[in-house]
């Protein structure tokens, strides 16, 4: 069947929002499936579980390819809208392989590809600050997140001393 107008216009095909949909679902599989619940058909706990990972993941993995869609677009290059791939949460724990544009046409200059190339890192990298910021405001108190901890350890079947202490590490970057 011939694309309309519009479709070829936005690089759009049927094959965007099943791809979609598929890796909404794997990743509220990998999402559940870190909070413990491990049946495919885990009930509306699991389903929130899954959905508290799946929308900040695939917010931030779209934002950054809409960054690079958009920077094309500036530049008259004619790009697809992102698809998105899905991954069996066996495969990988979070149940996306990610999310890729195709560039139907060619990039004018040096300038237009570093651009369009370093659009969806910044985009992606704005939402991650928000991600960050909205995170440290819902841990309410240090025992809370210590009890997060204690509970992710013991989903990961991890045998930890009581004297030994939890700690939660965010690494050493400059943002933190």
């Not at 058909?41 to 690079?68: R, S, V």
């Not at 996306?96 to 969806?120: C, D, N, Q, W, Y």
């Not at 939402?127 to 210590?146: H, N, R, V």
Request: charge should be positive; aromatic fraction near 10%; glycine fraction near 10%.
């Amino acid at each position: 069947m011939p694309q309309l107008s519009w479709q070829k216009k936005i690089g759009y095909s049927w094959k965007h929002p099943v791809l979609f949909l598929l890796t909404i679902l794997t990743t509220i599989i990998a999402g559940a499936n870190m909070q413990g619940y491990t049946t495919v058909w885990f009930g509306m706990p699991g389903i929130i579980a899954g959905l508290n990972f799946t929308l900040p993941l695939l917010l931030i993995l779209g934002c950054h390819e809409l960054g690079h869609y958009l920077v094309s677009r500036h530049y008259g290059v004619y790009a697809s809208l992102p698809y998105f791939i899905p991954a069996p949460p066996f495969l990988t724990f979070i149940g996306t392989f990610g999310a890729v544009i195709s560039m139907r046409s060619r990039v004018p200059t040096r300038k237009a590809l570093l651009e369009i190339g370093i659009a969806g890192p910044i985009a992606s990298y704005i939402l991650s600050i928000l991600a960050i910021i909205i995170g440290y405001l819902l841990i309410s108190t240090p025992e809370m997140a210590q009890q997060h901890i204690q509970s992710v350890h013991h989903l990961m079947g991890l045998d930890i001393h009581p004297d030994m202490g939890l700690q939660l590490s965010m690494g050493t970057s400059l943002l933190f």
